[in-house]
């Protein structure tokens, strides 16, 4: 069984600040100004992390007034989870059936 693992999630949580981000936005909806409180980085630094976060559809934004939230899609993470699962799952096996054919 091949499987394979969203590339442009894995590429979006592998940075230290967009993986901050992440958690951040678990807890609750927040917006950029909010982000830019709480991480400390450049609005439009976060602006870039955010795009890169929205573009590998594990962000949605939400418009409220004239601000924009942001919030995480847990059915997106979920499925990366499930997929990782899923190879660990698959190596185990793999390492079972080694370890029985190698004695």
């Known amino acids: 069984m091949v499987m394979s693992v969203d590339s442009d ?3 979006a949580l592998a ?3 967009r993986m901050r981000i992440v958690r951040l936005l678990a807890r609750e909806a927040l917006c950029t100004t909010h982000l830019v409180e709480e991480t400390g980085a450049k609005q439009t630094n976060l ?3 955010m795009k890169i976060l929205r ?3 594990l962000v949605d934004t939400e418009p409220c007034g004239r601000f924009t939230y942001y919030k995480l899609r847990p059915e997106a993470l979920r499925a ?3 997929e990782f ?5 698959t190596a185990q096996e793999s ?8 004695c």
């Open 55 to 57: 573009d590998a559809g």
């Open 95 to 102: 390492a079972e059936a080694n370890r029985k054919r190698a």
């Open 47 to 49: 602006s870039n992390h």
């Open 15 to 17: 940075d230290p600040l």
């Open 9 to 11: 999630a894995t590429k």
């Open 85 to 89: 699962a899923a190879l660990a799952d």
């Open 80 to 82: 990366l989870a499930e």
